[in-house]
């Protein structure tokens, strides 16, 4: 069946696999298209060349449509819009920032565009700023996060009560029942991140994809929100950031301690102890390490037998 | 139809009113039992010669099963757990506390007993111990919380992986498609809290009530997380909060600034500026002061709406 996500942005699932710093290059994002859903380049982590390299194999390894997300806080974000005006790609998902600043500019360029939003004023904002549809983001999401910290069961309905253009859930979904739950709850479409992290197809590396895999309830946790809240795995890390809290270290100390690369190390580098572990809180339900269509495929099998199966009373 | 909720309880509808302070007497109760869902007695708040008046009034108003709700942790739990053990009250749920207490004893006196958990460790100690379900109760729900901060959308794949037993979800749900939504997680019923503490039955101070239907998004918070971690309504009381925390305090100075008897001064006396106004995240999707009955007959509507339009991919 179709609806307003598979509508808008012409494929087969209303599926999106989020654009993720160090996981989601064009091996990902082509994966995840050519199985019938939404792959996206993660820019976030790019520079304009490579983010260029990335578009250019998207070009050469999928003929479905796909897309590609852009933390608009970016330091280099002009360099970022205009390879992205000049690239064939269809679809731009914006983050992190003012959806005012190049809505407009993007949807000239003949781009759909998405923002993404952590709470129904900002879903308003972004419809007013023109964009094609919001993607609603629940605290439990890894990595950046709204100050807000309202859950996705609980961000959903106002978002929806909200805005009339199509709303994407996203945090906390992994599985077929979560994709029922959110659909039940009046999102046109899913955007998943933590899972697709650990496909076989994304760039993190395998330590990390590994820690992830063991890790339990309770292992992660949202941090930092003085600079900018984040959700990561707990780890050595994370223990140094909560002996800079009960220190009351103040804002600067934190940015110093955070200071540079911390995710590239983690992510991408595998390096657990000093890096930033960023997953969502669904990592405790993750158990292998599937390819993008095996976990696209499992979770339309659970949503369909769990839709055949809700109760009446 | 039927599920193993509704046959556990022999109650019409798997939607299970929260036991919850100053709000929950035999009014409420009986109002919900009477509406086909099961009514608690919040005795928490109540000392055990109040408790036993509640339990005797709900023998007079209605011939429907009910609950009672004890927080183990109450100072004079054993005084309550007699006045239960010798009351006609079939359903115990037991919360805050260790489930290996008092089960046994509830078990031998006749009663079902569920005990209220924040993780999947805790489901299992208390299906360990004994008890005939659990609630598992995430972040986004008011009052007392667990520590792991886990959501709702999170937390239920969790727990039901992890017990065999009935699950009962809890936390952010307020609305026929969030009860599809955690029925569709894989819950076998509902408990609801914020929308029968604003019930017209409920025993909360109309101004209280009218705060929390006042509420917006991003208005509850999850605080003294040292303490115990309780959601409760932004005003003055949480500023003082904030600002204990800006400078520093201990924990000393913080139960010195709770002190005693917050929340009864919020939601029973509605002193909103000194009280502690107790109430989950979905608090913002709130609108009106509906009856117990009208409040179990919009969700049952909504959720039957929901599920028979749930769309298939």
Known sequence: MSNRITSLFSIQYPIIQAGMVWCSGWKLA?????????????????????????????ELHTTRPYGVNV???????EAHIQVIETSPVPIVFTS???????????????KTVVH????????????????DAVVAEGVEAG?????????????IPLVKAAVSIPVIAAGGIASG????????????????????????????????????????????????KELAPVRLLKNNFYDEIKNAYTQHVGIEALRALLGKGRSKKGIFEGNLDEGELEIGQV?????DEPTAEEIIHRILQEYRLTIDSIPYF
Do not use: W
Request: glycine share 10%; hydrophobic share 45%; net charge positive.
């Open 30 to 58: 082509s994966a995840v298209s050519n199985s019938g859903g939404l792959g996206l380049i993660g820019a976030g982590s790019m520079t304009p060349e490579l983010l260029l390299y990335h578009l250019n194999q998207m």
């Open 71 to 77: 933390p608009l806080l970016y330091s280099n974000i």
């Open 96 to 110: 992190a920032g003012n959806p005012a600043l190049y809505t407009a500019r993007l949807k000239a360029a003949g």
């Open 116 to 131: 993404v939003v952590s709470s129904a004023a900002f879903a308003e904002k972004a419809a007013r700023a023109g964009v």
């Open 143 to 155: 990595g950046h996060n709204g100050k807000e910290e309202t859950t996705t069961l609980c961000l």
């Open 177 to 224: 029942r979560a994709m029922a739950a959110v659909i039940a709850l009046g999102a046109d479409g899913v955007q998943i991140g933590s899972a697709f992290a650990v496909a076989k197809e994304s760039s993190a590396h395998e330590r990390f994809k590994t820690a992830v895999l063991q890790s339990k309830e309770g292992d992660t946790v949202l941090t930092l």
């Open 283 to 287: 990592a405790a339900q993750l158990k």
